[in-house]
């Protein structure tokens, strides 16, 4: 490809720092993603455990269960309009997303914007590996009770050997599949994305057809009695679901430079995002509310976790509350097992290395383009996913929405922000592709703007940040209350100071290029 990429840019790109074959524009022969590929590539990606699990915790917190899917739903509309908006330029140009962030950030400093969304990745790429490891061992315990003993009480920074032997397990799955490349990744979406909706179906089904009906959970009322009470719950709450994907909507270029055109990356992202994240919530609350008939006197806490309703469903002794295995047949046990183990491991890795694999590696190849690939710079996200110790994040609901959803959002809504404003209001889609890879272009260097717009955005919500991880103690007061809004105060900030910023230093002002290409 690196050839066919070189024919479409001037002879000197071949020789700059900035280039290599896997930051290279997508030729475009090369560009033959459909919508049903941009479809199935959000289907696959939102049938991940912690998207089943998102109502659960909204629905602890105090919503009734169609209040939890509003906020799900609002919440993946909103981060919808970024995730557009950034999409186009990876389809008009071919390039990925750190490439695009030279536009606004520098050559340079696009590095700033590369490493902060590439660091959020590794810890996602940590969870969603953490999650598909105990799965597989709550499967593989099924199968061979054991296990599960193995160097009894002895850990590993926190973790129990069994855990620690699937979770590594996982991770190696993970870097074997995306040392196949891009186009592996693509035909593993494609087929990933109907299975795991097919295999939820059968759970769904199972479940409501066990328990007789579709049990207590939707006749739940909220715990909220004023419109006031809500609110205070539903906004960090709806942050918190814009900072699920707040991600992707940086680095969707990664993928859509490889579109046939607007229409078809558009059309898939709009019916694959918003529609898979509320379906698949709203069977998650279906299958708990149904077994809260079946599994009598089990905390619904737990019900929300689909892998101990697995672990039910295939073991050998009494399921809680009743008087006998909810499976009599031992073999059909064990079908059920392994079947449960493939899809979830399927659902696990598409969503895993489509969302936080991709990007990091990019981002980690663009700080050393001639040094770093996208293979090394996959081996450093699951190095560092590691040392992140996922299972941390995952402590409590409070942790994982407060701290990890709402904290990360508000590094990443600036970053939308700048880039969304500088392509689309200060360049007006115009980009000069060849300077993007010129270390004395038009974007040398590290634009100043940017890095100031990224910092006044960041800064309102990082005294609320260190509250809600405890750095710091005090009274509730104004920080608290902006920072449940972190990803919209950094969004709508940091774009408005990069925009002032840009018109008012005229030597930051980007010029038109000599050959502007046409969408």
């Given amino acids: 490809m690196t050839q066919e990429a070189l024919a479409e840019l001037p002879p000197d790109i071949a020789q700059s720092p900035l280039f290599n074959g896997d930051l290279a524009p997508i030729p475009k022969a090369r560009r033959n993603w459909t919508t049903y590929n941009f479809a199935a590539l959000w289907i696959s990606m939102a049938h991940c455990i912690p998207t089943y699990m998102l109502a659960g915790g909204l629905i602890a917190v105090g919503m009734n ?77 099924a199968l061979w009770p054991s296990f599960g003993t193995i160097a009894q009480g002895t850990t590993l920074f926190g973790l129990s050997v069994p855990s620690a032997i699937t979770f590594l397990l996982c991770w190696a799955l993970h870097i074997l599949i995306i040392y ?210 996922p299972w941390k994040l995952l402590s409590s609901a409070e942790t994982y929405i407060f701290n990890w959803l709402i904290g990360y959002s508000a590094l990443l809504g600036p970053i939308a922000g700048i880039m969304i404003a500088d392509y689309w209001l200060l360049r007006r889609k115009e980009l000069d592709v060849a300077d993007l890879y010129r270390p004395n272009g038009r974007y040398a260097g590290t634009n100043w703007v940017a890095v100031v717009a990224l910092v006044v955005g960041v800064l309102p919500n990082l005294p609320g940040f260190l509250k809600s991880v405890k750095l710091i103690e005090g009274p509730p007061g104004f920080f608290d209350e902006i920072y449940v809004y972190a990803w919209f105060t950094g969004f709508i900030l940091a774009g408005a100071v990069y925009l002032a910023g840009m018109r008012l230093a005229p030597k930051a002002q980007p010029q038109p290029p000599p050959n502007a290409a046409v969408s």
């Fill in 180 to 389: 196949k490349g891009m186009n592996a990744v693509r035909v593993f979406e494609n087929w990933a994305a109907p299975l795991v909706l097919v295999m939820a179906g059968v759970l769904l089904v199972w479940a409501v057809m066990t328990a007789g009906g579709l049990g207590p959970m939707l006749e739940q009322p909220s715990r909220f009695a004023t419109v006031g009470e809500f609110w205070k719950v539903f906004i960090p709450s709806l942050t918190g679901m814009i900072g699920f994907w707040a991600t992707l909507s940086l680095n969707i270029p990664d993928f859509t430079r490889y579109g046939r055109g607007q229409k078809e990356q558009m059309l898939g992202q709009t019916l694959g995002l918003p529609t898979t994240m509320i379906a698949f919530s709203a069977m998650g609350v279906i299958i708990t509310s149904a077994t809260q008939a079946i599994l009598h006197g089990v905390d619904v806490g737990k019900l929300w976790d689909p892998m101990f309703l697995l672990g039910q469903l295939t073991s050998s002794s009494n399921a809680i509350g009743r008087d006998a295995p909810l499976i009599a047949s031992a073999g059909t046990r064990a079908v059920v097992a392994l079947i449960s183990l493939f899809g979830v491991g399927v659902a696990t890795v598409s969503v895993n290395i489509a969302a936080n694999v991709v990007s990091p590696a990019n981002d980690f190849a663009n700080l050393s383009p001639r040094h770093i690939s996208f293979k090394t710079g996959a081996l450093i996200t699951g190095i560092l996913g590691i040392v992140m110790m």
């Fill in 65 to 141: 269960w169609w209040q939890a899917l509003l906020t799900i739903g609002l919440g993946n509309l909103i981060v919808l309009l970024p995730i557009l908006l950034n999409a186009h330029p990876g389809t008009k140009y071919g390039i990925p997303f750190p490439v695009f962030a030279r536009a606004s950030f520098g050559t340079t400093g696009a590095n700033i914007a590369a490493l902060l969304r590439a660091i959020v990745a590794c810890g996602w790429f940590g969870i969603q590996t953490f999650i598909g490891g105990e799965a597989a061992k709550t499967l593989i315990e």
